[in-house]
């Protein structure tokens, strides 16, 4: 991982943390991280609270893809998996999606990591739900379902959806696809995005 030098900057902005103003630095880099490609890492320090606020911005962008990889066996749960923040996952044996937010942060893990990440989900909807029959029972067959594909047991489909196509699933064999312009539509991103074109005409700020 490659970083430039860190730029600090004064800001006014209320910290995040405590709501002081005045006394906010904002530290910047940019940094080529592997499998995401370049990336913005950002620190709002503030000198009432001394707590960092971090995040981190993927700046590449390429083809809206649909990564799908079917998991026939213990060994395939070990396919690294890279998911930004830009990227939906699913495995519908399970119910599972797992949809982006401003919040969201990018990982590198493996299919296992993902199961374990939709097992936690699960627990929690269990908790949420356990006083309704119908979907009590439901959530206990996905985590019936849960261990066998924990065990290589049985097979399961892995699906990233990424607007951005910065997500990868890396093993022989994943099935890429590019995402019509109607799914695109209907994924959240996770970010907010602007379009140097829309501002086309706009007024200089």
Same mark, same amino acid.
């Given at each position: 991982?490659?970083?430039?030098?860190? =730029?600090?900057?004064?800001?006014?902005?209320?910290?995040?943390?405590?709501? @002081?103003?005045g006394g906010i630095t904002?530290?910047?880099?940019?940094?080529?991280?592997?499998?995401?490609?370049?990336?913005?890492?950002?620190? *709002?320090?503030?000198?009432?609270?001394? =707590?960092?606020?971090?995040?981190?911005?993927?700046?590449?962008?390429?083809?809206?893809?649909?990564?799908?990889?079917?998991?026939?066996? @213990?060994?395939?749960?070990?396919?690294?998996?890279?998911?930004?923040?830009?990227?939906?996952?699913?495995?519908?044996?399970?119910?599972? @999606?797992a949809e982006p937010t401003?919040?969201?942060?990018?990982? /590198?893990?493996?299919?296992?990591?993902?199961?374990?990440?939709? =097992?936690?989900?699960?627990?929690?909807?269990?908790?949420?739900?356990?006083?309704?029959?119908? =979907?009590?029972?439901? *959530?206990?067959?996905?985590?019936?379902?849960?261990? *066998?594909?924990?065990?290589?047991?049985?097979?399961?489909?892995?699906?990233?959806?990424?607007?951005?196509?910065?997500?990868?699933? /890396?093993?022989?064999?994943?099935?890429?696809?590019?995402?019509?312009?109607?799914?695109?539509?209907?994924?959240?991103?996770?970010?907010?995005?602007?379009?140097?074109?829309? *501002? @086309?005409?706009?007024?200089?700020p």
């Open positions: 991982m490659c970083a430039a030098p860190m =730029k600090a900057v004064p800001v006014d902005t209320p910290c995040p943390m405590c709501r @002081a103003t904002l530290l910047t880099t940019s940094i080529n991280v592997p499998y995401f490609g370049d990336a913005l890492e950002s620190t *709002l320090r503030c000198s009432a609270c001394r =707590k960092p606020h971090a995040d981190f911005m993927i700046l590449s962008q390429k083809e809206p893809t649909r990564l799908s990889f079917r998991c026939e066996s @213990a060994d395939d749960l070990l396919a690294r998996v890279i998911r930004s923040n830009s990227g939906t996952i699913r495995i519908p044996e399970l119910g599972f @999606a401003p919040l969201s942060e990018s990982f /590198v893990s493996n299919v296992e990591g993902v199961l374990e990440r939709a =097992k936690d989900i699960l627990l929690t909807a269990l908790d949420w739900h356990g006083d309704d029959p119908q =979907k009590r029972a439901l *959530l206990e067959h996905y985590l019936a379902q849960h261990e *066998l594909f924990m065990n290589g047991r049985a097979p399961f489909t892995l699906i990233i959806d990424d607007p951005y196509g910065n997500s990868a699933i /890396v093993a022989e064999r994943v099935e890429r696809r590019g995402l019509t312009p109607e799914e695109v539509a209907g994924l959240r991103t996770g970010m907010h995005v602007i379009d140097k074109s829309e *501002l @086309a005409g706009a007024d200089e």
